[in-house]
């Protein structure tokens, strides 16, 4: 009731909307007289907080991207095929996660599953700070200290569906892309915070490196216990992933996300290992620009667009991949580390831009097909759960690679060819026709 009086809304109206634990009764962002009232502020309160608790489930997600590089320093002896398994292993559960995360916000409310979701998270942060302090642990100890990160990923798919029942349709895209980039943000932060904090005396002290968001984590739950709130009006519609399971066109939207932002969050759990194994000489710190490259970009997908059309958009992103995944060859090659930073920044800008373009795609697509609604939001969170799927295949990719011929660069072309192939996928199917004419 607070936070409705903040928002301008009458005493009166926080009697009729809300009761007790913060439910909001009647919520109707449509309504535009609702909406100036005070609805727009509370909306907005909720999105700010969301984003904070997402940021802090990415950093959690991603903690053992920047971890697993220094753990031989700290006396574990991992293979390759160890350390990529500790990289992969959270991107796995996480993706796992995001389809029962979406049905929590209706169930248990928007508010009250932020504040569980972020507390969860503080489960993967004692359980990191515990295992880095014994490099006597057996691996598969380690690993499943590695799996809990993947609650931090599942965080995604709840936030997102929580946002989009507090705005109206035509603020759903920005509300939505604000929160994904803000959440994608947190791979950069967690990269570039956790080598500042590592360093103890004279060796590391690694505990810090998920100890450092315990008090964050703790804000985030506060912060949703007081000032978030929870929708009576938001329903669950399990029958949405029915619906969109049935359809073609959800499987391969999949199967292209799984290119872009499966790209996206294998190669920025992938990039520090891949910095410290081929240039040692170089420092972990510039590891965090290649996620904070994608996630600024993201926004700017959509945009594009909107204005070219996402299969236009998506088709070069794809493109631009290729031709970045190409110059990180040459430069292993070579062994120049100039040129291999450069194209991973280029490859990083790509996958971003190719993340905004394919979800702007997906309502295009089921509305030209003649499908409802419904499955286009059942195939937005397919698509999520499968695109996420991408950050365990790439450092298995590594791994396999790695263990085969003693080199990355056979995972690169493969990477390349499956590249060529989305590309031609969503050109048949989305390129031609109908599709084209209306721009999807």
């Given at each position: ?16 909307h ?29 999105l ?19 971890v697993?590089?220094q ?14 398994w ?23 409310g ?38 809990l ?29 604000w ?35 315990v ?54 759990g ?18 965090f ?74 309502p ?13 939001a059942?195939?937005?969170g397919?698509a ?8 365990f ?18 995972a ?8 060529a ?18 721009r999807?």
């Open positions: 009731m607070e936070a409705a009086r903040a928002a301008g809304i009458s005493a009166a109206a926080e009697r009729k809300h009761r007790t634990g913060r439910w909001i009764q009647h919520w109707d962002p449509e309504d535009s007289t609702f909406w100036n009232d005070g609805g727009s502020r509370i909306a907005r309160r909720n700010l907080i969301s984003i904070f608790a997402e940021l802090l489930g990415f950093c959690v997600w991603a903690l053992w991207s920047i697993v590089p753990l031989p320093a700290a006396g574990f002896d991992l293979t390759t095929d160890q350390m990529f500790l990289i992969g292993v959270p991107a796995l559960v996480g993706s796992t996660l995001r389809i029962p995360y979406t049905f929590a916000v209706p169930i248990f928007g508010r009250n599953w932020t504040m569980v979701s972020a507390g969860l998270l503080l489960i993967p942060c004692t359980a990191l700070a515990l295992a880095v302090q014994n490099p006597d642990l057996p691996f598969g100890v380690l690993l499943g200290a590695a799996a990160a993947g609650f931090g990923g599942g965080n995604f798919a709840s936030s997102m569906a929580n946002i989009s029942f507090f705005y109206p349709e035509k603020g759903k895209g920005a509300a939505l892309g929160n994904a980039a803000g959440g994608n943000v947190g791979t950069a932060v967690v990269q570039f915070v956790v080598p500042l904090v590592i360093v103890g005396g004279a060796g590391l002290a690694l505990e810090r490196a998920s100890l450092v968001f008090p964050f984590v703790l804000l985030a739950v506060v912060l949703a216990w007081r000032f978030m709130d929870n929708l009576s009006t938001a329903k669950a519609d399990p029958r949405s992933f029915a619906v969109a399971a049935k359809l073609g066109h959800t499987w391969i939207i999949s199967f292209i996300y799984i290119g872009t932002f499966g790209s996206f969050i294998g190669f920025a992938a990039f520090p290992t891949l910095m410290h194994s081929q240039f040692p000489e170089m420092s972990l710190s510039l590891a620009m290649g996620a904070l490259v994608g996630s600024a970009t993201r926004p700017l997908g959509g945009i594009l667009a909107d204005r070219l059309g996402g299969v236009s958009i998506t088709l070069v992103s794809f493109v631009v991949m290729a031709l970045g995944t190409v110059g990180a060859i040459y430069s292993l090659g070579v062994h120049s580390f100039a040129m291999f930073f450069a194209s991973f920044m280029l490859l990083f800008v790509a996958t971003g831009v190719g993340n905004g373009s394919v979800y702007r795609m997906i295009a697509v089921f509305r030209v097909s003649g499908s409802t609604a419904r499955a286009a059942g195939c937005i397919i999520g759960a499968a695109g996420a799927f991408g950050g295949l790439i450092p298995r990719g590594f791994a396999i690679s790695t263990n085969a011929t003693g080199s990355l660069v056979p690169f072309w493969v990477f390349i060819g499956m590249y192939v989305m590309a031609v996928i969503c050109w048949i199917f989305y390129g031609r026709g109908e599709m084209r004419a209306a999807v």
